[in-house]
């Protein structure tokens, strides 16, 4: 599993021309599924996540804080392409990404492990077509990256 961490100002998510979610303060969460990946990689990335300490304090100190801490929002975006091979050839290959039917029930579960911190959870539309707007402070951009286990 990969997740491109962003913190931000404020994101939100276009699909069709509605906005279908939107976040003030806290993180973007760009989310790739692998074939190979478990309920054990997605609890591992959820707890990661969530307590992450990148933002500031008020008296400035940095990455003191995680989003729980902030009571931050969370906006969820589901990205196969975060699983794009480009080392060959001139198109990504994406042999190594979950296909839909297996993905959508482990980014459904993702999404319900969030939503349990009681925070504010926000997401695309899985599959469809989106724009996100971030406003990432600082920028601070992160790769969040668990392998299953080899068999």
């Given amino acids: 599993m990969r997740v491109i961490v962003?913190?931000?100002?404020?994101?939100?998510?276009?699909?069709?021309?509605?906005?279908?979610?939107?976040?003030g303060r806290g993180l973007n969460?760009?989310?790739g599924i692998a074939a190979t990946d478990t309920i054990a990689e997605?609890?591992?990335?959820?707890r990661k996540c969530l307590e992450l300490r990148i933002?500031?304090?008020?008296t400035g100190d940095r990455f003191e804080q995680s989003v729980q801490e902030i009571e931050g929002g969370l906006l969820v975006i589901s990205q196969f392409t975060l699983y794009g091979d480009c080392r060959k050839g001139r198109r990504p290959?994406?042999?190594r990404a979950a296909s839909p039917e297996l993905a959508k029930p482990l980014y459904e579960y993702?999404?319900?492990?969030l939503r349990q911190s009681g925070l504010?959870?926000?997401?695309?539309v899985f599959g469809a077509r989106m724009q996100v707007e971030i406003e990432n402070e600082g920028p601070v951009t992160l790769l969040l990256e668990r392998e299953a286990p080899s068999v």
Avoid: A, K
Wanted: proline letters at 0%; charged letters at 15%.
């Fill in 6 to 23: 962003q913190r931000v100002q404020s994101s939100q998510v276009v699909v069709e021309g509605q906005i279908v979610g939107n976040i």
């Fill in 120 to 124: 504010q959870v926000e997401t695309g």
């Fill in 55 to 58: 933002f500031s304090t008020e």
């Fill in 29 to 31: 969460l760009l989310v």
């Fill in 42 to 46: 997605i609890d591992w990335i959820v």
């Fill in 110 to 113: 993702f999404v319900s492990q």
């Fill in 93 to 95: 290959s994406f042999d």
